[in-house]
Nanobody, 115 residues
Framework: QVQLVESGGGLVQPGGSLRLSCEVS????????TGWYRQAPGKERELVAV???????NYADSVKGRFTISRDNAKNTVYLQMNSLKPEDTAVYYC?????????WGQGTQVTISS
């Protein structure tokens, strides 16, 4: 049973930083892709960043240069470091794992950027 648990969300002022964590449990075999998605109220869920089992990364244009996705294999955890946060980054952030076509989602963590 694969499970994803996100943590690290919260309320931050514009310009601040947060680090989200996604801990993955269960047996996983390469290749796989882990990603962060977000969904703001009234909007569709969108891709934020992904990292492959080989270490390749990709980012949405809106977060390039501000967000960094990384992985600690020893802890089975994927991180999303978010810097220079803007009010438009406010959303529920979800972790997603795609293992050879099988897709798993976490429960989401709220990120609110407000002064």
């Amino acid at each position: 049973q694969v499970q994803l648990v996100e943590s690290g969300g919260g309320l931050v002022q514009p310009g601040g930083s947060l680090r989200l964590s996604c801990e993955v449990s269960g047996r996983i075999f390469s290749p796989y892709v882990t990603g962060w998605y977000r969904q703001a109220p009234g909007k569709e869920r969108e891709l934020v960043a992904v990292i492959t089992s080989g270490g390749s990364t990709n980012y949405a244009d809106s977060v390039k240069g501000r967000f960094t996705i990384s992985r600690d294999n020893a802890k089975n955890t994927v991180y999303l470091q978010m810097n220079s946060l803007k009010p438009e980054d406010t959303a529920v952030y979800y972790c997603r794992l795609n293992v050879r076509g099988s897709v798993y989602w976490g429960q989401g963590t709220q990120v609110t950027i407000s002064s």
